[in-house]
């Protein structure tokens, strides 16, 4: 990635941000290239090596296509315990690419409406990952929203359309 000043980058679960400068920094003692990322609520300085390994572009229109279809999808549901799918889920929040943010929302939202059609079912979600589910599916909506260049509230609706089920 060329990580020019102005260029809009994703940094795993912390989102969409901006990078706001390049520049040589002292790190332990050794002068490196740095990036400084500024996001909402927080500024990132990281040595260019790991901006290299750990930010990427916004999604694309095929990226968001793969998104669109990972979120019509009710695949098989991870039976694993709940921790298990926990590690996973955020293991794909960390890694932060849209179709895995797409995985963790489609997969939730599957949970949901099972929990919704038989209360008490095993399907439900647990705290950790109905937190998990929340923040994936604010990260998926900043993203679509930027990348479709439309407000959050209307990235909100082109997420629910795509999960949406024929009664």
Not at 27 to 54: C, K, N, Y
Not at 133 to 143: K, N, Q
Not at 156 to 164: G, P, V
Request: charged share 25%; with cysteine; hydrophobic share 40%.
């Amino acid at each position: 990635m060329k990580l020019a000043v102005g260029d809009l980058v994703v940094y795993g679960n912390h989102g969409i941000g901006r990078v706001a400068a390049r520049r040589k920094q002292d790190v332990i003692g050794e002068m490196r290239d740095v990036v400084v990322l500024e996001f909402e609520e927080l500024t990132v300085t990281l040595p260019l090596a790991l901006a290299d390994s750990h930010l990427r572009p916004l999604a694309s229109k095929t990226d968001l296509h793969r998104v669109g279809v990972v979120l019509q999808d009710d695949g098989e549901l991870n039976s694993r315990n709940w921790l298990s799918r926990r590690r996973e889920a955020l293991a794909k929040l960390i890694g932060g690419t849209p179709v895995e943010l797409a995985e963790i929302v489609s997969e939730g939202a599957q949970r949901e409406r099972l929990r919704s059609a038989s209360p008490g079912s095993k399907a439900q979600l647990s705290l950790s990952e109905r937190q998990l589910y929340t923040r994936a599916r604010a990260l998926l909506c900043g993203e679509v929203a930027v990348a479709l260049d439309i407000q959050p509230t209307a990235a909100e609706s082109w997420i629910d359309r795509h999960l949406m089920r024929p009664s």
